[in-house]
Every structure is written in structure tokens, then in C-alpha cells.
């Protein structure tokens, strides 16, 4: 017997009135990738319809706000600019709950979720001092205030703590500060006043990259005289320049994660804190760009990033100095003045470090770990590992994942 389809008629109900999904605005001045993926995911959990409309035409006509006002939301979430008023007055008329994921409109009184500036700044100069930096300087642009304040403070605390040199770097964009001159070439000059090696910290990672422009402007290497570290982990930004760039992970996505979370309890009518939520960031990710311990010797600081670049390869010594003006013998001085060990010992250690975490995070065999790390053989691995470590390789395995389980 052929079953018919059944068509619905209009007054039929296509879910019990119980399960009402909630429709969230999203209306975001500063749009990310990370941030909305939190919100989506959020949104999944719990059935949410997302409006997206904004992020395309960003209510920039009068016909478009008219539209999106015949539609009913129970929450949004924004992300107000200072200078797009007319986002605010759009999102006030609504009269529902807001979450905002920035601090450009202190003047709107909502609750807040933002990421740990304070902290990501203190993680920062952390991560540079680690590699030896003494000279570390803060690099923004005057207008982000509330990031500015909170990360410069962060990352200052933390580099006059350790006895280091803080330097603020700050670009105004009044016509008195800057004349005629262009940004990238004013920072160009500002960056040969200062002793090298230098670490700078950029508020962001688009600022960031204008520290890679400015140092190629004047030829300063990066990373064998100056390293750069950027902030927000942006994928469309750090991996896609000459050098890529080393950030602070401000843990973008979980921010978007926990407002959306904050928005759902304040539809249910939950009051919230009077405090923003704050994100800690997730940690420094590594690339090109601080990939180089500091040394006051331009030759060492070549022969160390060519290591770190290259350990994994069939490097001898000579391989190294000839990246050098100097001979083998001169540099070999030079190191181990400068870093206290060997060529062929800094060689060897990184090889060490980086099959270690080969043991420690997959399941390969010794013979492949050996090969990738740059040891040729096990056996010659495993010399190593009893040598420098005091065990073999399977039993540093087992230890590691006894000591995490």
C-alpha cells in the first residue's frame, strides 16, 4: 500500500510550544571567526536560531534597519564600536537582553564579556622575558583605551618585576604627532633608538604585522634582532605573512562561548554580575617570529635560529657557520660565549626536546621519532636520551604518561 505524503496545513503546529526556539541577534561592530564559531557552538547546544543578517549589510541603509525591525528577537549579542552609533540605536530599540563582547561603548550599561587583557599582557612579557629578553617594548595605537590600559599594565608590571627594560611605544594619530610621516615609517625610526636584541609586543596581531613592515623598512631581522609578538591568535593574520607571528591565544572562541551562555541566563531573567566576565587567555602560540633566544651577538643569533630552523635536518657545524661572515672556529667561541653550550650540544638538545614531545603526545615507534627529530637512528637516539636523561626512550614514555594519568 503506497503511503502519500502528508502536507501540512498553516494552522499546525510544527513543534510543542514548550520547545520555543529563542532567535539571538547577532550585531557585531568587530567581527571575528573565533568568537562567532563560540557563539554557534553555544547555540547548537541549546537550539538557537542565530540572525547573522548584520554581519553583511550592518543595518547601512534605512531599509535595512526597518527590516530587521519587524522581526522579534529574545536576546542579542553585539560588539559595539565607538563609532557606529547607529548600530547602538538600532540594538536599544529592541528593548531585550544584551551581552556585549567589547569595552569601545563604556557609556551603555550592559553586561560584558571580554577577554583578560590584564592577564594576556602579563603572559606576553612572560613568554619574552623566558627567552631572554631584557629590552621589551609595548607597542599601540592610542585609540584602543580599554585594551591599551589593561594589557600595557599587564605586560609592564610584569617586565619592571623582573628587573627588565619596559618601554611604551604609543602612535597618536593627531596631525602633531605624526606630520607628514606614515605610521609603518615613523615606527621604523622609533625602532632604531633602541639597544638589540629587542622583543616587541603589539596590542594586536594587525599591529603586530606593522612591526614586521616597519623593521623590513629599515632592515632589522626579525627574528635574529628583533621578535614580534602579536595578540588574538587571528588565522587570517599571523600565518600569512613573510614571517608568520607569534600571539597570545586571548581565547577568542571561549569568550564567544560564555556570552552567548551569560545572554541565555539573562533571557530566563537571571540578574548579572555588575563586573564583566573576564577570559584568560589560552597561552603563547609559537611561530617564526620569537622563534631565537636573545643574544647581544647578531653571528650566534643567525647560527641559533638556523638550529631551531633546521635541527630536524642532517646539520653539521660547519652547516651552521656558513650562515655566519665568521669561521667555524670564531663562532664556535661566540656561542658558546653567548649561550653556554656547544653548536653541536644546542643541535643535540633540540632534537632532545622536540622527540620528547614526540613520546610524550603521540604513539610512534622510537625508530620513527628518531627519524623526524633529526637523530638518524634509534640507537642513536637512545644513546642521547640515557646520556642527557637517564633513560631510554620507551621508559621516558611510560614515566610521562604515568605522571599525566
Avoid at 635536518?313 to 655566519?324: G, K, L, P, S, Y
Amino acid at each position: 500500500m503506497a503511503i502519500s505524503p502528508r502536507i501540512l496545513t498553516s494552522d499546525e503546529v510544527l513543534l510543542p510550544s514548550a520547545v520555543k526556539r529563542r532567535n539571538i541577534l547577532l550585531a557585531l561592530d568587530f567581527y571575528t571567526h573565533d568568537r562567532h564559531m563560540g557563539i554557534v557552538r553555544y547555540a547548537r547546544e541549546v537550539g538557537w536560531t542565530l540572525d547573522c543578517r548584520l554581519l553583511a549589510f550592518r543595518a547601512s541603509e534605512a531599509r535595512h534597519m526597518q527590516y530587521l525591525r519587524a522581526t522579534r528577537y529574545d536576546g542579542i549579542i553585539a560588539y559595539l564600536s565607538a563609532t557606529s552609533h547607529r548600530m547602538s540605536r538600532l540594538i536599544e530599540s529592541f528593548k531585550v537582553p544584551m551581552v556585549d563582547l567589547g569595552m569601545d561603548r563604556p557609556d551603555i550599561k550592559c553586561p560584558r564579556v571580554l577577554p583578560d587583557s590584564l592577564a594576556i599582557g602579563h603572559m606576553g612579557a612572560e613568554y619574552l622575558l623566558g627567552r631572554g629578553f631584557t629590552n621589551l617594548v609595548f607597542y599601540t595605537h592610542y585609540y584602543d583605551t580599554w585594551a591599551t590600559t589593561h594589557r600595557m599594565k599587564g605586560f609592564q608590571d610584569t617586565v619592571t618585576k623582573a628587573g627588565a627594560n619596559f618601554q611604551s611605544l604609543i602612535w597618536s594619530e593627531s596631525p602633531r604627532h605624526r606630520g607628514k610621516m606614515s605610521r609603518v615609517k615613523w615606527l621604523s625610526d622609533k625602532l632604531l633608538e633602541y639597544p638589540l636584541p629587542l622583543a616587541v609586543m603589539a596590542i594586536n596581531d594587525h599591529v603586530a604585522l606593522e612591526v614586521l613592515q616597519a623593521c623590513e623598512l629599515v632592515q632589522l631581522r626579525v627574528p635574529e634582532q628583533v621578535v614580534v609578538l602579536g595578540v588574538d591568535n587571528d588565522s587570517l593574520v599571523v600565518d600569512l605573512t613573510a614571517i608568520p607571528i607569534s600571539s597570545v591565544d586571548s581565547n577568542r572562541e571561549r569568550i564567544g562561548y560564555e556570552a552567548a551562555a551569560l545572554l541565555d541566563r539573562l533571557i530566563d531573567g537571571v540578574q548579572p554580575e555588575a563586573d564583566p566576565i573576564l577570559i584568560p587567555p589560552k597561552g603563547v602560540v609559537t611561530r617564526k617570529s620569537t622563534d631565537i633566544l636573545a643574544v647581544n651577538d647578531t653571528d650566534v643569533a643567525i647560527a641559533i635560529h638556523y638550529i631551531w630552523e633546521h635541527f630536524r635536518e642532517t646539520i653539521t657545524v660547519d652547516d651552521v657557520a656558513r650562515q655566519t661572515m665568521l669561521s667555524r672556529r670564531h663562532l664556535q667561541d661566540r656561542f658558546l660565549q653567548h649561550v653556554g653550550r656547544t653548536i653541536f650540544e644546542e643541535i643535540t638538545l633540540q632534537r632532545l626536546n622536540y622527540a620528547k614531545r614526540l613520546l610524550e603526545q603521540t604513539d610512534r615507534k622510537a625508530f620513527t621519532i628518531a627519524r623526524m627529530a633529526g637523530f638518524g637512528s634509534a640507537e642513536r637516539m637512545s644513546k642521547v636520551f640515557r646520556r642527557l636523561v637517564g633513560m631510554g626512550p620507551r621508559d621516558y614514555r611510560e614515566r610521562h604518561h604515568k605522571a599525566v594519568n
